[in-house]
């Protein structure tokens, strides 16, 4: 699997919007960006994916690269509930390849 | 719609017991999945299926653990016996299908302690 690489912490100003880096330099024409968060106690959570284009839903938005060699999760307007663990994660088209968790960023939301 | 159930929320078990976890995924999810979470640390993934069948279990320790997922809907995931290191979270989590365009939906997890 391509993998990831991302800041370990971050912090951020409640209700200001937040950028979340990922590298992923050898990703392939195949593979899709998929970014999940886990909250404290928790499951992950799917939060958004891609593939060439930029993505907009309820949640965030999801910025990739032209050359799709980096990505940034986008929290418009951070809130002390966004606080959690993002992963971004590289995961193929082909059917049978599995999500495989890095490490993540620790997102820390101050009031 | 109703997400993926897990039971029980937190178990506490001696080493060298047995101890089983069941996962109910989201109906019409063909894809389960059992990930380990050990503190501190992202999700492995231990064991991959696809309706009733296994797709991947490379990562899956055999000598101690077994899944199995009958008539392709609940799964249940078992240690035998249990060892001190295998204490972190269990989580489930279902795909309806199993390409990179598709999201898994992860159950709460249940917290594995061995004593």
């Known amino acids: 699997d391509a993998k990831t690489t991302q800041p370990n912490s971050m912090e951020s100003n409640e209700e200001e919007p937040v950028h979340l880096p990922c590298n992923h330099s050898?990703?392939?024409?195949?593979?899709?960006i998929h970014w999940y968060r886990q909250l404290p106690s928790q499951g992950p959570e799917y939060v958004i994916h891609?593939?060439?284009s930029n993505v907009n839903n309820r949640m965030a938005s999801l910025a990739i690269a032209e050359d799709r060699k980096s990505s940034t999760l986008i929290l418009h307007r951070a809130t002390l509930r966004d606080a959690a663990v993002y992963y971004c994660?590289?995961?193929?088209?082909?059917?049978?390849?599995?999500?495989?968790f890095g490490g993540g960023t620790r997102l820390m939301v101050k009031p | 719609e109703a997400g993926v159930a897990q039971s029980p929320r937190y178990k506490i078990i001696e080493k060298r017991q047995s101890v089983a976890f069941w996962c109910n995924p989201i109906?019409?999810?063909?894809?389960l999945y059992w990930y380990q979470q050990i503190l501190g640390q992202g999700p492995k993934l231990l064991i991959q299926?696809?309706?009733?069948?296994?797709?991947?279990d490379s990562q899956l320790p055999k000598d101690r653990f077994s899944a199995e997922r009958l008539k392709g809907v609940d799964s249940t995931l078992k240690i035998q016996p249990a060892k001190l290191e295998d204490s972190a979270v269990y989580l489930c989590?279902?795909?309806?299908?199993?390409?990179?365009?598709?999201?898994?939906?992860f159950g709460s997890g249940t917290r594995l302690t061995v004593v």
């Open positions: 989590a279902s795909s309806y299908g199993q390409g990179g365009t598709y999201g898994y939906t």
């Open positions: 050898t990703i392939s024409g195949t593979d899709y």
């Open positions: 891609g593939l060439t």
């Open positions: 994660i590289l995961r193929s088209h082909n059917a049978g390849n599995m999500l495989t």
């Open positions: 109906s019409g999810h063909a894809t």
């Open positions: 299926f696809q309706n009733n069948g296994v797709v991947d």
